[in-house]
C-alpha cells in the first residue's frame, strides 16, 4: 500500500489550500482515512478522518476544514479554509485499517510522506 501527499504550499492568512492523498495497492473504500499534521518541534497531531460512519474533526479545523474521499479515484482530498499562522505544519495521509475514524495515529498503519503547509501572517 502506497500513499502520496501533495498539494502543500505557502499561502497568507486568511487563505485556501486543498490537499490530496492518492492511494494505491488496497481498495481504497473499505478503510478509514485520516490526516494528521506535525509543525516543528511539536507532536504529530490528529487533524480529520473519514470513514463509512461519517466524518471526524479536531477542535482546532472545525468549521474551517472538510475532508473527503473519492473512491473511484482513489483519493483523500482536505480542503482547508480560513487558514491560520499556526496551520503550518507538515501534513500526512495515512489508512486505518478500522472504520470508526480514530484519531490515535497508532491506530493508522499506513502513512504517506507528508506535504508541508506554510502559513504566512
Known amino acids: 500500500v502506497q500513499l502520496q501527499a501533495f498539494g502543500g504550499g505557502l499561502v497568507q492568512t486568511g487563505g485556501s489550500l486543498t490537499l490530496s492523498c492518492a492511494v494505491s495497492?488496497?481498495?481504497?473504500?473499505?478503510?478509514?482515512m485520516g490526516w494528521f499534521r506535525q509543525a516543528a518541534g511539536k507532536e504529530r497531531e490528529f487533524v480529520a478522518a473519514?470513514?463509512?460512519?461519517?466524518?471526524l474533526y479536531a477542535d482546532s479545523v472545525k468549521g474551517r476544514f472538510t475532508i473527503t474521499r473519492d473512491n473511484a479515484k482513489n483519493t483523500l482530498y482536505l480542503q482547508m479554509i480560513s487558514l491560520k499562522p499556526e496551520d503550518t505544519a507538515v501534513y500526512y495521509c495515512?489508512?486505518?485499517?478500522?472504520?470508526?475514524?480514530?484519531?490515535?495515529?497508532?491506530?493508522?498503519?499506513?502513512w504517506g510522506q507528508g506535504t508541508q503547509v506554510t502559513v504566512s501572517s
Open positions: 495497492g488496497r481498495t481504497f473504500s473499505s478503510h478509514s
Open positions: 495515512a489508512e486505518s485499517s478500522l472504520s470508526t475514524m480514530p484519531s490515535r495515529s497508532e491506530l493508522y498503519r499506513y
Open positions: 473519514i470513514g463509512w460512519r461519517g466524518v
